[in-house]
């Protein structure tokens, strides 16, 4: 038995036992690896994907929850690094060891696409959840202002795919 | 170790190009653990298109050795380091860190380490390249120059690097080199952007965990509740009847459950019923732990060894005949490292040979306990490191990469082994506790005349690198003698086994050494009855660095004007790697939990490489310090590690950062480290902060709400 999902504006469908964890599906069964294991437990949000547009940890969900949903992961920003949250993440050259950086971008994406604006509040909001040991949070901060800023100015374009 | 004989040798690289290795002598008994000597050691391959490959020989953790190494050779082979493709070295004699003595990245040492060598290297390599281009053009070298990839020659001749490697590769290697001037350097001290930053934000950067091999398979693997314990038996008969479920083995370490997948692995694993002898940890608490490690100082047993670290003129005396004496404790608990990327490897065991891949900081640690694990050779033993998810210090064990390799040798097959971030919290080789007991004697002005200083913890060198018990631990006392002019001072370390294994941990002992030290250093200011950076300042006089530092960071911060209603601000200083620094943090409280709004650091390193690396590090270590003071910490109950995912071991999150402001001093000195230090300031300049704030003195991190109420 198969269950079948929108991944990256493709249909896929994967064979796993429904109740395994969409993450695991994403990394094992289908092989896009971008989206990380960090805690499995929704706690640190290396594992962010977006479900029908929200930013949603990927270890909590089972296969059977997206069953016929749109699940977008940090592979389709853009291979060529040209989102504009990728562009501002390399100007601010915010990764370090890089490994939550996949998780952060997407709760960024999150953001940004229904706050071309946000305040240091709702980034703070919006962003707690992903944790990053090598504390680059100073520059993610700073990074999500300056593509909320682009944003602003091209009238929301690259914003999402 | 520093002393040891680069030479230098030239081979022709797989028939077109060149290749230039620089090889490091290595002692027998380093040579059997770095094993792999037919591995070619090489530092730069130059094909005949011109496309270049640097090896870089150190893990790349976060801390951007994967674009500083390459920019030392690169500024003298006169290239742009973006040009470069850059490819982590596989474990080789030729890579082994000077500093360390093993093929091992740590000690924030890689810069300090590869500083000569690395620009030696590429000075080499373009006066070979320049040397060929003379000879092909029948002119003086001293009429070629070399620029952005090809020689010139006087006529306006032109050659590529790499249409001259070929060439370039017969000559003799020059034995004299002139490094550039540092006012000559076009990359050394820019901002360059990372290389490995593009990867990282489309998904496409591997990490161990991202290793797939053909015919792999995945294993979870369920280990003693205590650390140290042993199988004693095990009923499988549920894991092996469940889906996907190819084999159930035992390891050293414990079960492991192989499987098509990580999760039916996982699952499986959940249903194993096993039974543990688990040994001696099964009596360890952390409290029991603490009281053994405070009585040891006043009385030790024949396994503890005191040792002096240093000592100054007459402290006993100087004590005694002071006009009042000071005495504080401090305490440091147990800290776990918990990398974003847990814990994983992958091996393929197959024909008499084992690959490793994943993500290691000591590549030397891998081959040689994978060899004695399964019996092998070390040169039948490879290992290719991947990208690491954070290190820390975690990744120097070698723990998880024996497990990988002793469960694809017991199925022949390619494994990922991946630990939970449960399994990480539990099984990891924790930073030690520490007990601290500093005297000191005033004169009737304040001013130390006399001061002793004592340090109780474990030594994780001893496990590691077989450190002798009556032999001192350098990394047990880094930053114990502080920089302050004391006429009078002794200082001693006591080693104490406490029982639960111990690692190194950003910083290791500057962290513990640096929070005793500094914290007290402002009681003695507050002692005196002056402002804590007027009376550090009055005793680092012969620190011109530190003392730079220190005006520097107080300036920035306001030091002197008064904070916000509420607020207070706390300094520390600290040489440590080489580098001098100095941070000033101002903190509030709320329902007792403390809040830090603005950290302050400055920071001589000497000559910077990356400077938006220096800075990046800097903005990184008082994460990584917050984080332990603040509320990280792992207690033991029964042997049992009581913490396991972020829930219960809280780590610094977005909403915490506070704001940063980074001053970096530009100088010419020798480089220094600053991948860990600045962590060993956050604590103190925290706990010099919650005095001001509350008169409160805590001596005992974290800095939780009930270690404040307690103080």
């Known amino acids: ?65 997206v069953a016929g949903k ?46 071309h604006n946000p305040s240091d509040a709702d980034i703070d909001n919006a962003m707690s959840g992903n944790i990053c040991r090598c504390g680059t949070y100073v520059r993610i901060r700073a990074a999500i202002h300056s593509a909320a800023t682009e944003l602003r100015r091209n009238g929301g374009k690259g914003a999402s795919k | 170790m520093t002393s040891r004989r680069n030479f230098l040798k030239s081979t022709a690289a797989l028939g077109a190009g ?43 953790m976060g801390q951007g050795v994967y674009t500083a190494l390459p920019m030392l050779l690169a ?28 093929q091992c990245t740590g000690g924030s040492s890689s810069v300090r380490d590869a500083w000569v060598t690395l620009r030696t290297g590429g000075a080499q390599a373009r006066m070979m390249l320049v040397a060929a281009a003379a000879q092909r053009w029948q002119v003086d070298a001293a009429q070629c120059r070399a620029e952005n990839g090809k020689v010139v020659g006087p006529a306006g001749q032109s050659a590529s690097y790499g249409q001259l490697a070929q060439a370039a590769s017969q000559l003799p290697v020059p034995a004299a080199v002139a490094l550039k001037d540092a006012r000559d350097y076009t990359q050394i001290g820019k901002p360059t952007k990372r290389l490995d930053t593009p990867a990282k934000v489309n998904g496409s950067a591997r990490f161990g965990i991202d290793v797939t091999l053909p015919g792999m398979v995945y294993a979870s693997l369920e280990q003693c509740p205590v650390i140290g314990g042993k199988v004693r038996g095990f009923d499988a008969a549920a894991a092996k ?15 492991a459950v192989v499987a098509t997948s990580y999760w039916r692995a996982f699952k499986a694993r959940q249903t194993l019923k096993i039974d543990w002898d688990e040994g001696p940890g099964a009596a360890l608490s952390d409290k029991t732990m603490m009281e053994a490690i405070i009585g040891t100082a006043a009385n030790m047993t024949p396994n503890d060894v005191r040792i002096n670290i240093a000592s100054t003129g007459d402290a006993a005396m100087a004590l005694q005949g002071a006009a009042r004496t000071l005495t504080a404790e401090y305490r440091s608990p147990l800290l776990a490292h918990a990398t974003m990327e847990p814990q994983n490897f992958t091996a393929d065991v197959a024909n008499g040979k084992c690959r490793m891949i994943g993500p290691t900081q000591y590549q030397a640690g891998v081959v040689g306990d994978v060899a004695a694990a399964l019996g092998f050779k070390p040169e039948d033993v490879s290992v290719e490191t991947t990208f690491l998810g954070g290190g820390f210090g975690r990744r120097v064990e070698s723990d998880v990469a024996v497990q990988a390799a002793q469960i694809s040798q017991a199925v022949g097959k390619p494994v990922k082994l991946v630990w939970t971030r449960e399994d990480d919290t539990r099984h990891d080789f924790y930073r030690p506790q520490a007990y601290h007991r500093l005297a000191a004697g005033l004169d009737a002005a304040g001013t130390p005349v006399g001061a002793t200083f004592e340090v109780t ?73 002056k402002d804590p950076y007027i009376y550090r300042q009055a005793l680092l006089s012969k620190q011109p660095r530190l003392a730079r530092v220190m005006g520097l960071a107080a300036q920035k911060a306001n030091w002197g004007k008064p904070p916000a209603k509420g607020r207070a601000r706390g300094i520390a200083v600290l040489e440590a790697y080489g580098s001098y620094l100095a941070q000033v943090v101002e903190i509030s409280r709320r329902d007792g939990e403390i809040t830090v709004h603005h950290v302050v650091v400055a920071a001589d390193v000497g000559q910077m490489i990356n400077p938006d690396t220096v800075e990046a590090q800097v903005q990184s270590s008082i994460a990584y310090g917050l984080s332990a003071a603040l ?81």
Request: negative net charge.
């Open chain 2, 75 to 102: 500024e003298e082979l006169n290239v742009d380091v973006r040009s470069l493709k850059v490819e982590i070295a596989p474990a080789a004699p030729a890579y082994i860190n000077a500093l360390l003595g093993a």
């Open chain 1, 1 to 65: 038995m198969s269950i079948s999902f929108n991944l990256n504006g493709k249909q896929v469908s994967a064979t796993a036992e429904a109740d395994t964890p969409l993450l695991w599906v994403i990394r094992d069964e289908l092989g896009l690896s971008g989206t990380k294991f960090g805690c499995g437990a929704g706690l640190c949000g290396a594992c962010t994907v977006h479900l029908d547009g929200a930013a949603t940890r990927s270890c909590l969900l089972k296969l059977s929850d």
């Open chain 2, 241 to 255: 009847a469940m889906p996907g479920v190819i084999d159930v083995v035992q390891v050293r370490d414990g079960v």
């Open chain 1, 70 to 115: 749109k699940v977008a992961t940090i592979e389709s920003l853009s291979h060529d690094n040209s989102h504009v949250l990728q562009r501002a993440w390399i100007a601010h050259d915010v990764p370090q060891c890089g490994y939550c950086q996949s998780g952060q971008l997407m709760s960024a994406a999150a953001l940004l696409s229904t706050n």
């Open chain 2, 631 to 711: 509320g990280s910490e792992i207690t033991l109950e029964n042997g049992r590690v009581q913490q396991a995912n972020f829930d219960s071991y809280p780590v610094l999150r977005m909403s915490q950062m506070p704001k940063v402001d980074v001053i970096i001093v530009k100088n010419v000195e020798t480089p220094g480290g600053i991948g860990e230090p600045v962590t060993a300031l956050v604590g103190p300049a925290v706990a010099n902060a919650i005095f001001a704030l509350t008169g409160k003195r805590v001596r005992r991190m974290p800095f939780s709400a009930d270690n404040i109420a307690a103080a």
């Open chain 2, 457 to 529: 913890s474990q030594s994780p060198t001893q496990r590691l690198f077989g450190l002798p018990k009556d032999k001192m631990d350098p990394y047990m006392v880094e930053g114990a003698v502080v920089s302050y002019d004391i006429p009078h001072s002794r200082q001693d370390v006591i080693s104490h086994d406490a029982g639960l294994r111990v690692g190194y941990w950003r910083s290791v002992s500057n962290a513990l050494n640096a929070f005793a030290n500094e914290s007290f250093f402002d009681e003695l200011a507050h002692a005196a009855g």
């Open chain 2, 18 to 60: 060149m290749v230039l290795g620089l090889y490091v002598p290595l002692s027998r008994a380093e040579a059997k653990l770095a094993g792999a000597e037919h591995v070619s050691n090489v530092w730069l391959r130059i094909a005949e298109d011109n496309s270049m490959t640097v090896v870089c020989a150190r893990s790349e």
